[in-house]
């Protein structure tokens, strides 16, 4: 009897810290969302819906896909068990739902985004996020164990990494010194 009640009232830490990641994330769009001409209620039932579209589609569309297993018992739907569950189904389901919702409140689907036409992402920021992702993958090769060794041991996903860092950061410093003269 106890297990049942740590197992409802003390959730897994990656579930509450995946919790705690969506009330800060929702409460930092809250504050950009009124520069962006949302309405802050909008955006809270935005988030709403897609939760509740991740957590209803995943369990039914993994009810659909073992159908044979839920019609025997229909009641084991509602288990909390979090392995009956399909994450890609729930993921395209909360997309539609948000989708659905956005279209229905008349929201511009580039504005939910952060996008306008006005003020688009500059190249120099695209080179600086691949030079970031190019010294992430740099650092992070150098702790793998099963890394593909090249002439004598050099590993190759940290050279095509090097490559990419010094192409990336060398574009990004030209383009910036050509947005300078103009």
């Not at 890609?88 to 659905?100: K, N």
């Amino acid at each position: 009897m106890i297990s049942v009640f740590r197992s409802i009232f003390a959730p897994p830490r990656h579930l509450i810290l995946l919790v705690a990641a969506l009330w800060v994330g929702l409460a930092l769009a809250e504050r950009r969302s009124e520069r962006h001409n949302i309405p802050k209620e909008a955006l809270n039932n935005i988030v709403y819906y897609g939760i509740f579209g991740y957590v209803l589609g995943g369990r039914l569309l993994y009810a659909l896909a073992n159908f044979s297993v839920f019609s025997q018992t229909p009641i084991s739907l509602f288990s909390p068990n979090p392995d009956l569950f399909d994450p890609f189904a729930a993921l395209a389901s909360a997309v539609i739902v948000t989708f659905i919702y956005a279209h229905r409140q008349k929201l511009s689907f580039w504005s939910l985004l952060g996008i306008h036409k006005t003020a688009s992402p500059s190249g120099s920021e695209f080179l600086f996020f691949a030079a970031l992702m190019a010294g992430t993958r740099l650092f992070l090769e150098a702790f793998r164990g099963d890394s593909t060794l090249i002439l004598g041991g050099l590993r190759l996903a940290q050279i095509l990494a090097w490559i990419i860092l010094t192409l990336a950061l060398f574009a990004r410093e030209s383009l910036r010194s050509v947005e300078k003269v103009n």
